[in-house]
Structures are given as structure tokens and as C-alpha cells.
């Protein structure tokens, strides 16, 4: 009697095996991308605060070389239209860069602004804080610079 010759190619046991290794590694990459899309997110609107701050420390910084001599200050900036003269400028700023802030931020999150004097400097210098702090504290900004008065 003669021998059937094999039949080359995959059992379906094979082909199911693969097919799971498959969905095992797509899963793993779903995974990894999910984790990319919120890093890349969480960049953006840090660079986002960062550009608001460096913003917000040049408008300072203009308005002293224009002559205007930044009062000392140390507060927040939430609400715009409660505020006045230069500071209500600045929350202008950060709002039309950051987006609006709620009349009462939440925990962990801060838009505030700090002008100090440097005692004893001629010309006239101040320090300018910026600290912007979004999504519950997770993005934190704190820019600091001296600004010089002509």
C-alpha cells in the first residue's frame, strides 16, 4: 500500500495561535499610544502655560522700558473684569494665551502674578514672578526675571 504524501501548510491550531500572538502585540501598541497621545497633551499645554508666562513677564517688562514703572504686586489674575489699570492687562494676556480661568480656581491650580522692588538698585529693577499651575497642579510654570526700569 502506498503512503499519502504530507500535505504542506497550517493547522488551524497554528493559525489560531498566530492570530493571537497578533492581537496580543496590537494590544501592547494600543497601550503605548494611548500613553503618547496624554504625554503629548500634557507637553502641549505645558508649553502652552510656559509661552503665557514668558508672555506675560515681556509685557511687564515692556511696559517698564515704555516708562511705566510696574507697582509692587503680588496676586492672582482670575478674574479680568474685577481688576484694574495694568493688572487687569496681564490677566487679559494670560487669558487670551491660556484660555479663561474660573472666578475660583481649583485645588493646586494658580495664575498669579508677583512685582517686587530690588532695594537699593540704581536704575530701578524689580523681580517679576509668573507662576501658572493648570490641570489640578500637573503643569506648573514658575518663570522668574529681573526687569530693569530705563
Not at 501548510?9 to 496624554?38: D, H, K, P, R
Not at 494665551?97 to 480656581?105: D, F, S
Not at 512685582?115 to 529693577?125: D, K, N
Request: hydrophobic share 45%; glycine share 8%; with cysteine.
Amino acid at each position: 500500500m502506498k503512503r499519502a504524501a504530507p500535505v504542506a501548510g497550517f493547522t488551524l491550531i497554528e493559525a489560531l495561535v498566530s492570530v493571537a500572538l497578533i492581537g496580543i502585540g496590537f494590544m501592547g501598541f494600543q497601550g503605548f499610544y494611548g500613553f503618547a497621545q496624554s504625554s503629548l497633551q500634557r507637553t502641549t499645554e505645558r508649553i502652552q502655560a510656559n509661552f503665557a508666562a514668558q508672555a506675560m513677564i515681556e509685557q511687564i517688562a515692556t511696559d517698564t522700558t515704555a516708562g511705566v514703572n510696574p507697582t509692587v504686586y503680588a496676586g492672582n489674575l482670575t478674574e479680568c473684569a474685577s481688576l484694574t489699570t495694568k493688572r487687569k492687562t496681564w490677566c487679559d494676556r494670560i487669558s487670551a494665551i491660556a484660555g479663561k480661568a474660573p472666578a475660583v480656581l481649583p485645588a493646586f491650580e494658580a495664575r498669579k502674578v508677583e512685582v517686587h522692588f530690588i532695594a537699593a538698585s540704581t536704575p530701578a529693577r524689580y523681580m517679576v514672578t509668573v507662576t501658572l499651575a493648570t490641570q489640578g497642579g500637573k503643569n506648573h510654570i514658575v518663570l522668574r526675571r529681573v526687569v530693569t526700569a530705563p
